[in-house]
């Protein structure tokens, strides 16, 4: 069965950075694009960032630009996202998700996620 594990997260305080990684398995992760989305508290799932199979194309919500990067090995089934000068308005529960349909860049239909890794970005 497709299985999605998150890790990475904790409390951070404004300005640090964190490394999230999404270990994958149960299906053919290289054939598949992949996606971060968070939800932070009280609102509903966001759009953080996504990669093509290869890892060779990557695409940002403005939210994150220039703060966030995407990548992925496909060699070791794992896919990251390096998140640098966080601010407050990161914190959320950050899923890993794979790419069932695409719509156009930021809009994705999903078919599986983790279970989310918990980023708090508080001084």
């Known amino acids: 069965q497709v299985q999605l594990l998150e890790s990475g997260g904790g409390l951070v305080q404004p300005g640090g950075s964190l490394r999230l990684s999404c270990a994958a398995s149960g299906f053919t992760f290289s054939t598949y694009a992949m996606s971060w989305v968070r939800q932070a508290p009280g609102k509903g799932p966001e759009w953080v960032s996504a990669i093509n199979t290869g890892g060779g194309s990557t695409f940002y919500a403005d939210s994150v630009k220039g703060r966030f990067t995407i990548s992925r090995d496909n060699a070791k089934n794992t896919m990251y996202l390096q998140m640098n000068s966080l601010k407050p308005e990161d914190t959320a529960l950050y899923y890993c998700?794979?790419?069932?349909?695409?719509?156009?860049?930021?809009?994705?239909?999903?078919?599986?996620w983790g279970q989310g890794t918990q980023v708090t970005v508080s001084s």
């Open positions: 998700a794979r790419i069932k349909s695409i719509v156009r860049v930021g809009i994705y239909e999903y078919d599986s």
